[in-house]
């Protein structure tokens, strides 16, 4: 159904983007040109075959408007509904059921919606009204449907903008000194990239809690990857493209607009497509480095391309501990005979002469045990907390809890999984993952041979 709506709207986007009344020449627009743009709008990647503010007239541009906020929007709230979904329902144990246990369960999808449309156009509005503010004295009524215009595509990081009537090399190149421009741009950008999901979990662990005095709560292990993800990626951005474009596309710039305009590059590279400089005058490295950056994206569950950051963050970790790993067994090899992982190999050269070499301990054992051990401790655990949540004479924040602990329980039997896949997939023999509150254990079993 999911894909349907979105065939449904690019075919719509399509067909009005394709009328005279949507160009500026009054003429047909070309239905290929059409759909690719409606296709681009609608899946918000920014890619377009004409200037968006001189072909198409206010009609098409409110269509490509309409267009982002549904493809953005759309995307968000179907990301962040099966991510919780996922996390109440399923996830324990067979993702594939996802659909199944929907309709059994308590989650209010229809007020999750509600909230995330909410989010959505609340800040919106707020990045517009900070926009207008530089942008209506300058240039009118155009600049106020510009602001608008801005913040819904960087909200949803669709990187379409009108800004070509502002004069220089790029649509914001006259603002690389203005930070109530460019920051504002930034944070709309970065807080679609982020996701609902993260910001849900912050108001409700950080904010909430002191606003009523409560404990203030540690957050979920996927909002802190998320967060700490971002914040090193826009940080690396950042230096480096102020080390590399100081004396090239910034050099007339000063020292803060340098700083100002590599910030805000770091964070277009990644998931938007704005840009304060011209983009093909930049350093190979720079544009080596972008791409990196755009490789990565945003946050699951947020407006935002990529890989994503979990993702990336998850493959760094695995690749460091099959490292750790493989260094580990090198030095048992070295300093006590022959290991692989947890088991030992004893050669009969190593016995007496005649007698038989002794069996070792069978490696599958281990990660098999491991395996049924953590099961039979989650399964206890998501018992006792069911338990928990069917106590009519709970307190509300006993139920919360509760819930709260399924949930996170959910996540790293899921995160467990797919590192114990891609591990596996690389070719070796055998991996098992422990997730906690604090750390992520990650045993892998060399390839055969």
Known sequence: MFVVSFVILIFIGTVLLTLPISAKSGRFTNPVDALFTATSAACVTGLSVYDTFIHWSYFGQGVLLVLIQCGGLGLAAFATGLTLLVRRRIGIRHLVLARESAGGSNLDVISLLRIVVAFTFAVEALGALLLMARFVPLYGGLGAWASVFVSVSAFCNAGFDILSFIPGNSSLSAFNGDPLVTLTISMLIIIGSTGFVVFQDIYRKKVSTRLHRQHVE????????????????????????FILEYNNTYRDLNFFEKLNAAFFQ??????????????????DGAKLLTSFLMFIGGCPGSTAGGIKTVAAAVLLLVCAAVYMNWRYTDDIQKNAGKTLGQ???????????GTEPTAAPAEDDYFATARLSR????????????????DENAQQSVLNEASQTL???????????????LVTAKGYADCVVFMGAESVSVVVAPPEG
Do not use: P
């Open 218 to 241: 540690k957050l979920s292990f996927h909002a802190q990857v998320c967060l700490r993800a971002s914040l090193t990626l826009l940080v690396f951005g950042t230096v480096m493209l």
């Open 266 to 283: 770091s964070v277009n590279t990644r998931t938007a497509g704005f840009a304060s400089v011209s983009i093909k005058q930049e350093t």
């Open 343 to 353: 088991t030992t190999l004893v050669s009969s050269q190593d016995g007496e002469e």
């Open 375 to 390: 099961k039979q401790a989650r399964d206890n655990a998501i018992s006792m907390l069911k338990e928990a949540e069917r």
């Open 407 to 421: 949930q996170v329980l959910a996540a790293y039997t899921v995160a467990e999984s797919q590192i114990e896949s």
